[in-house]
């Protein structure tokens, strides 16, 4: 009895852990998405700045983390159910996940190396088609008022390219900037509509949205890696709780054979039927009229 009790505590103790690892999964799955999403989110606002393939690494970490909350729901099931092959299909599909995190991981690693080279691009590339593309024109804008900055290093980016600084009267060191460069502005007394710029941005963008870019990167690398590695530990956990289940449910139902063999009942298509090695079986079931003889062997 005191055996029958352990092996009951060790199935519950196994199962509740599975349920656990599972929960804990999926509130990490959760995070992911929160993460992806988040990181989705930036990249779109400065998607004009941005080149496309930078956004695959928080689109791969949201699936992920939706894929991770089927798997932990099938280990939570696995669990309750006690069954070992859901256990280990739970197991190979946190492998395969774990195969997508360090993919992820891998593609954030090396886009690190090509922020800077991306951004200077993409960001002379949109100050000088500022006067002539209007969403080019809202991007820029958008950045520089959100971020409260102007030009690319400095507010001197303007000179070349932005129409009032061809104007001739304006001396050597003036330059124009665009309204979302001032910090203070005034409108003029004649007209509603002038604007006049009071106190303009004193440093360039490309500093901040390096900082946004490589820091939102990082955090999808470092955060893809951290939970692959957790959860590579999960997967061994599970192959390991399936064991532990497998083992423990064929000692249950040999303990329950042998017990059934002691006392003398065998289960055979819901009849009762005397075991194999009782005495009964060594001698052959008679009718009305026969005799009965051993089937014990003879002795040469």
């Not at 009951?8 to 852990?17: H, I, Q, R, V, W």
């Not at 390219?161 to 004649?190: E, H, I, Q, W, Y």
Request: aromatic share 8%; with cysteine.
């Amino acid at each position: 009895m005191n055996r029958e009790l352990q092996l009951n505590s060790g199935m519950k103790c196994a199962k509740y852990m599975l349920i656990i690892v599972s929960f804990m999964f999926a509130l990490t799955a959760i995070l992911l998405i929160m993460v992806g999403t988040t990181i989705q989110t930036i990249f779109g606002d400065f998607s004009l700045f941005i080149d496309g393939h930078f956004t695959s690494p928080p689109v791969l970490l949201v699936a992920i983390g939706t894929i991770l909350i089927a798997v932990a729901t099938l280990g939570a099931y696995g669990a309750v159910k006690e069954s070992v092959m859901v256990i280990n299909l739970y197991g190979v599909c946190l492998f395969l996940v774990f195969i997508l995190e360090v993919s992820a991981a891998i593609a954030a690693f090396m886009m690190q190396s090509q922020v800077r080279e991306m951004l200077v691009r993409t960001m002379h590339q949109a100050l000088e088609q500022y006067d002539h593309d209007p969403k080019v024109k809202a991007g820029v804008d958008f950045m520089q008022t959100g971020l409260e900055c102007c030009g690319v290093d400095q507010p001197e980016d303007w000179k070349e390219n932005f129409a009032p600084n061809k104007n001739s009267t304006l001396g050597s060191d003036d330059v124009v900037v665009p309204n979302s460069c001032c910090g203070k502005m005034a409108r003029g007394f004649t007209f509603a509509e002038e604007v006049t710029c009071l106190e303009a941005f004193d440093y360039g963008c490309f500093r901040k949205m390096n900082f946004i870019v490589s820091q939102s990167s990082m955090l999808v690398a470092t955060g893809a890696t951290t939970v692959a590695f957790v959860q590579l530990l999960g997967v061994l956990c599970a192959f390991m709780l399936a064991k532990t289940l497998r083992r423990n449910k064929s000692i249950r139902e040999a303990r329950r054979w042998q017990l059934q063999q002691s006392l003398g009942v065998l289960i055979s298509g819901g009849k009762m039927a005397p075991p194999q090695n009782s005495a009964v079986t060594g001698y052959q079931q008679l009718d009305n009229c026969d005799t009965y003889t051993p089937q014990s062997p003879s002795v040469n």
